[in-house]
């Protein structure tokens, strides 16, 4: 069994993953698969196949109770913004080069350098990228007899269905994806699984897991779940064991220099024994810590801490790591998309390709010949290969508006 694996799930139907209760008649939901979420609903498979005895067994308890890692499943767009980032406090204007600061690179900036912007900028609050597709729907509570309860009228929200989203499992997790020794084809996710949460899975053993960044000597973690993390006396700490980092890194020590957090609270409930777990103190995804190594770390040890995540419970989910690249404003394209004017065939295809980016399922395959064509000069295929590295879509609509402009 390999050590890590690639996870990509397609929604074929709406999915929610519950949030904390609210006083109203709302119930909002995550806006991705968290991974205790992804651990239960493949759980349940197993239990499935090999009997509801099975959740006693060695084997069970050292794949879904063991050191493993299950981490969260994301949409492109709904990974958080690092709390290390200072982003403008108002719209950017279609003007603005750069759209975030990253204080854990040594960017330092208080307002938008921009003369047309010069928005005040502010610490991110862990918000996701953008947009995530969502559907609400009304429902009403039934008695037994099919009648409508009175005052039982709620809203819910959920992922929209077609959407891919994708995530890292690691360890003796990992065999809980071939609970018949093939890997698992669909799963039931979120709740009220006999009525929506159906997903096709895909399971990648080959992928190649991005590092954890590297500057230097200096490593940056950046939280994609909630961490759990303790100091020496069990206390909740706002920062990651510096032993387990070396140990990971394989470093001889480490030293965390900076840390961008906030605290929240995390609970929920274990379906296995029907009880709700403690609810314990933790740093909110985005957080993001900077770290001194006494030497650089190997390529091998930061791909697997890649996927490995730091902290506590990280078989529940916590503390999943990612990369982040600041996204570049509109400006940063608006060049390469007003040569592409004077191609509509180009541009039709690119507005072909809109909702492939909402779906974050964009087959770029399609502009291969465009980019081997005679027909069209250096500028063109550097312009084609531009935006096709633009992945957030708001952005992607706002070069496609601009492109369309005085065609």
């Not at 493949?42 to 794949?63: D, M």
């Amino acid at each position: 069994m390999t050590q890590h694996a690639l996870v990509t799930v397609r929604l074929e139907e709406p999915m929610v993953a519950g949030k904390n209760p609210r006083a109203d008649s709302r119930q909002d939901s995550h806006n991705h698969v968290p991974g205790s979420v992804l651990r239960g609903a493949l759980a349940a498979v197993w239990l499935r196949e090999h009997g509801t005895e099975a959740n006693t067994s060695p084997e069970f308890e050292r794949v879904f109770e063991g050191e493993g890692s299950f981490g969260p499943l994301h949409y492109a767009s709904s990974k958080p913004v690092p709390l290390s980032m200072l982003t403008h406090k108002y719209e950017p204007t279609d003007e603005c080069h750069t759209l975030w600061w990253d204080q854990a690179r040594g960017e330092k900036a208080s307002h938008c350098p921009n003369d047309r912007c010069g928005s005040q900028l502010e610490e991110s609050k862990g918000q996701p990228y953008g947009k995530v597709p969502s559907v609400d729907r009304t429902m009403v509570a039934l008695s037994t007899d099919g009648v409508a309860l009175d005052g039982s009228l709620y809203s819910q929200r959920a992922v929209q269905d077609g959407l891919l989203l994708r995530g890292w499992v690691y360890g003796d997790a990992v065999r809980a994806l071939y609970p018949e020794g093939t890997a698992i084809e669909s799963l039931l996710l979120g709740s009220r699984r006999s009525l929506r949460g159906e997903a096709t899975v895909e399971v990648d053993t080959e992928a190649f897991p991005e590092p954890v960044e590297l500057y230097g000597e200096e490593v940056v973690l950046r939280l994609a779940s909630p961490g759990a993390f303790v100091d020496e006396f069990g206390m909740p700490s706002a920062t990651p064991d510096p032993d387990e980092l070396s140990e990971q890194l394989d470093v001889s020590e480490v030293e965390i220099t900076g840390s961008w957090t906030r605290w929240e609270e995390a609970g929920g409930w274990h379906a296995a024994s029907g009880l709700p777990k403690p609810v314990e103190r933790v740093v909110a995804a985005g957080s993001t810590y900077r770290v001194r190594c006494a030497e650089p770390p190997t390529d091998t040890a930061r791909r697997r801490l890649m996927t490995r995540g730091i902290g506590l419970r990280r078989r529940e989910g916590f503390g999943a790591l990612y990369r982040c690249e600041p996204p570049w404003g509109i400006s940063s394209f608006t060049g390469h998309a007003a040569a592409l004017r004077a191609h509509p065939e180009l541009v039709s295809r690119f507005q072909a390709r809109l909702e492939e980016i909402r779906l974050d399922n964009a087959d770029d395959s399609q502009f291969d010949d465009a980019l081997r064509s005679t027909e069209y000069d250096d500028r063109i295929h550097q312009a084609i290969q531009a935006v096709l590295t633009v992945k957030d879509a708001e952005i992607y609509e706002q070069i496609l508006r601009y492109m369309e402009q005085n065609r």
